[in-house]
């Protein structure tokens, strides 16, 4: 079940979408990892991915200065906790020091993404960013913390979905810019 996301990035190619197409391919090869139990050539494609996505939400498709900077702080603040949430309590139990530098570089581009996307306003976008971080978050738990119940579904679906949502999401930002 890895092709949804070639398919995605398949269409964003034919769009011309190229920043689009390149992070959803770099996801790609990221599930093509995951599906072969190679957890660092996984976080390294997924961490390529996210800079693109913030590349595509803050510089080729910058937000507009719609929100207060109170908000922006709030926003910011949120993100941080899901990280250090994240941090106590998947960090300590990774065990392989070069693993774990990997996957709190790779948190932190993630949740860089989530800000970048969130900025906009966008529904599809802010749902998109969340769905892709709670299905990271959960494989986090399930591969260092505890075997989550259902865990390749917790994961896929939101995982699948959210990457659906950036997609649609792009498009909107793309359209309501032309």
């Known amino acids: 079940m890895i092709f949804p ?14 920043a689009l197409a390149a992070a959803l391919f770099f996801s790609f090869l990221g599930d093509v990892m995951g599906w072969q139990n190679e957890l660092i050539p996984q976080i390294g494609f997924f961490a390529i991915a996210q800079i693109l996505y913030i590349i595509i939400y803050s510089v080729l498709m910058p937000p507009k200065p719609s929100w ?3 908000v922006r702080a709030i926003l910011l603040s949120a993100v941080l906790l899901v990280y250090g949430v994240a941090m106590y309590w998947i960090f300590p139990r ?10 709190a570089v790779y948190a932190v581009l ?30 986090g738990i399930n591969s260092f913390v505890e075997r989550v119940p259902h865990a390749h579904l917790c ?3 939101p995982y699948y979905l959210g990457q659906l949502l950036l997609y649609v999401g792009t498009l909107k930002l793309y359209n309501a810019r032309r």
């Open 110 to 139: 993630l949740l860089g993404m989530c800000y970048a996307a969130c900025r906009h306003r966008n529904a599809f976008l802010i749902l998109g960013a969340t769905l892709f971080v709670v299905s990271d978050f959960i494989i």
């Open 68 to 70: 207060q900077k109170p």
């Open 155 to 157: 994961i896929m679906v």
């Open 5 to 18: 996301v070639l398919w995605l990035s398949m269409c964003a190619l034919w769009k011309r979408w190229w």
């Open 94 to 103: 990774v065990g392989d020091r070069f693993v774990s530098c990997g996957i």
